[in-house]
Every structure is written in structure tokens, then in C-alpha cells.
């Protein structure tokens, strides 16, 4: 591994395909998810997505669907289910369950945790350590605990822009869309 592709990288990596990880999870043509990962319940994968090492993909409360092209960094845990209310109640409340979905070509920075029942908008970038809570529309930059929406994303053709509110605000324009 070192000699072709200049990596070091765990003994159990050596021993397990990502790809074949994909296949097994049904995931889409062209995706990868590393060996060291939990994944629970329903998850659907799109194609071309990959999934980094030390995450947690949570399916088990409902459907977790990534879209096609997703960069989903290293330590990300993506829920579908919480338990609060159930500990909080000594078990006399429910599990809350709901759907999660994370749109095609989003990034998802390392160590990000995105909560039950939110929905990622196409084209987004998620910023490292962020706690989503809410939903973020397609095209839309958030980070922060929790994750607040702080710019908007322009792609044109193989050209990404980021533009920050503040230079938004400078061209009289806080539509993020």
C-alpha cells in the first residue's frame, strides 16, 4: 500500500475492501465505505459516494439516504433515531424515529452529527464538528453547534465559489438558494 499509493494506513484496512463494503451494503456503483465503520437499519447510498473511516451511519429509526457524490468525512455520525425523551421518562416515552437525508454532492466536514429528521439540500457543505439540527437547503454553506446557514455554495461546470453572508450582505443580497 505504501509502495503504490504512498498511505500507511491500519493492518485491518489491508484486509478489507471498501468497495466491497459498498456492494455489500448495496450502495451505488462507484461508492466506497471504509471497514471501521457502524452501520445500522435502513441506509441507502447513492453512486460515486464516499464514506470516510470512524463513522456512523444510523438507520435504524427510519430510511438514511445519502445522495450520489457525498464526501462524508471522517467521524461523522448521521442519526434517524434519539432516545432522549425515553431516558428522560425512565423508558415511559417512546424512541422518536423519522427519516434522515443527505442530498447528492453534499460535504459532510469531519466529526459532524446530523440529528433525526433533517434534510441536507443538494450541493451543501457541512463544516467540521457542526451539529445539525435543522434542515439546510440545497446550495447552502452551515457549520457551528448548532449549525447555522453562514454562506451559499456557486458551481458552475467544474468552478465551486463560496460566498459568505458578509459578502452577500455586500452585494444587498441574503438570498441563499
Request: with cysteine.
Amino acid at each position: 500500500m505504501h509502495q503504490d499509493w504512498h498511505k500507511l494506513i491500519p493492518f485491518e484496512e489491508l484486509l478489507f475492501d471498501r468497495w466491497e463494503k459498498a456492494d455489500f451494503l448495496k450502495a451505488k456503483t462507484g461508492s466506497s465505505i471504509y471497514h471501521n465503520n457502524y452501520v445500522y437499519g435502513k441506509v441507502s447510498i447513492g453512486k460515486k459516494t464516499w464514506i470516510g473511516p470512524y463513522t456512523l451511519l444510523d438507520g435504524s429509526g427510519g430510511t438514511l439516504k445519502i445522495g450520489d457524490y457525498c464526501s462524508i468525512s471522517s467521524g461523522v455520525q448521521i442519526y434517524t433515531h434519539q432516545t432522549v425523551k425515553w431516558a428522560l421518562t425512565g423508558g415511559k416515552a417512546s424512541y422518536e424515529k423519522s427519516k434522515t437525508t443527505i442530498g447528492d454532492c453534499c460535504y459532510l466536514g469531519p466529526y459532524s452529527v446530523i440529528t433525526m429528521r433533517v434534510k441536507i439540500g443538494k450541493c451543501s457543505v457541512i463544516g467540521a464538528h457542526s451539529l445539525v439540527n435543522h434542515n439546510v437547503p440545497p446550495y447552502a454553506i452551515a457549520f457551528g453547534v448548532p449549525a447555522k446557514v453562514v454562506g451559499k455554495v456557486v458551481v458552475k461546470g467544474k468552478k465551486v465559489k463560496f460566498l459568505y453572508l458578509k459578502q452577500l450582505q455586500n452585494k444587498n443580497s441574503l438570498t441563499l438558494t
